[in-house]
């Protein structure tokens, strides 16, 4: 199965600043079917990012994805005091599909 | 808006069967695959299975001989049943749509395993 890592397991940051995560996997991803989830505590994790460029609906734009292969990075422009949550990644091109540890963007 | 609720125990004795159901809400049930993943406290998320509206399955090959799952059209509802749970299996379950990327998540509810 495709092992993801995810890093800075934690990232502080101020609101306004750029928010850059990364996604690396254990082998290529096939047809970079790659998914980013923003989770906050005691709510439903939310869709962000499929395609690993393409975003949900109603995501808003400053919240961007990239990468092809093993590689793979979210981009949260603009941070907004809501952006402050956990980040996981995850594939979708082999089964098991598996996620990755996560990313806490928290409030410097 | 769909909207997912999972319903269930909150403790399952060790050696016994977790049960699970997912209420679907806002939306349909048919034309979907439907999953189940769970996270155990303080660590990842693992993907468990999925069931499409039709009936067929599949299951995580190392979960493959404990898990069921089910779904009932006309009550919007789909199931999970885990049998023989060890403290292993503790973790918040959540039920969620589609079978590549998952795009509605319920709340998810966390199963504690004990003796």
């Known amino acids: 199965e495709i092992v993801l890592t995810q890093s800075p397991g934690t990232l502080s940051l101020s609101p306004g600043e750029t928010a850059t995560l990364s996604c690396r996997a254990s082998?290529?991803?096939?047809?970079?079917?790659l998914a980013w989830y923003q989770h906050k505590p005691g709510q439903a994790p939310r869709l962000l990012i499929y395609?690993?460029?393409s975003r949900a609906t109603g995501i808003p734009d400053r919240f961007s994805g990239s990468g092809s292969g093993t590689d793979f990075t979210l981009t949260i422009s603009r941070l907004e005091p809501e952006d402050f949550a956990v980040y996981y990644c995850q594939q979708y091109g082999s089964s098991p599909r598996t996620f990755g540890p996560g990313t806490k963007v928290d409030i410097k | 808006q769909v909207q997912l609720q999972e319903s269930g125990p909150g403790l399952v004795k060790t050696s016994e069967t977790l049960s699970l159901t997912c209420t679907v809400s806002g939306g349909s049930i048919t034309n979907y695959y439907w999953s189940w993943v769970r996270q155990p406290p303080g660590k990842g998320v693992e993907w468990i299975g999925y069931i499409h509206y039709s009936g067929n399955t599949n299951y995580k090959s190392s979960l493959r001989g404990r898990v069921t799952m089910s779904v009932d059209t006309s009550k919007k509802q789909f199931s999970l049943k885990l049998t023989s749970v060890t403290a292993a299996d503790t973790a918040v379950y959540y039920c969620?749509?589609?079978?590549?990327?998952?795009?509605?998540w319920g709340q998810g509810t966390l199963v504690t395993v004990s003796s």
């Open positions: 082998q290529s991803v096939s047809s970079n079917y």
């Open positions: 969620v749509r589609g079978w590549t990327y998952f795009d509605y």
């Open positions: 395609g690993a460029s």
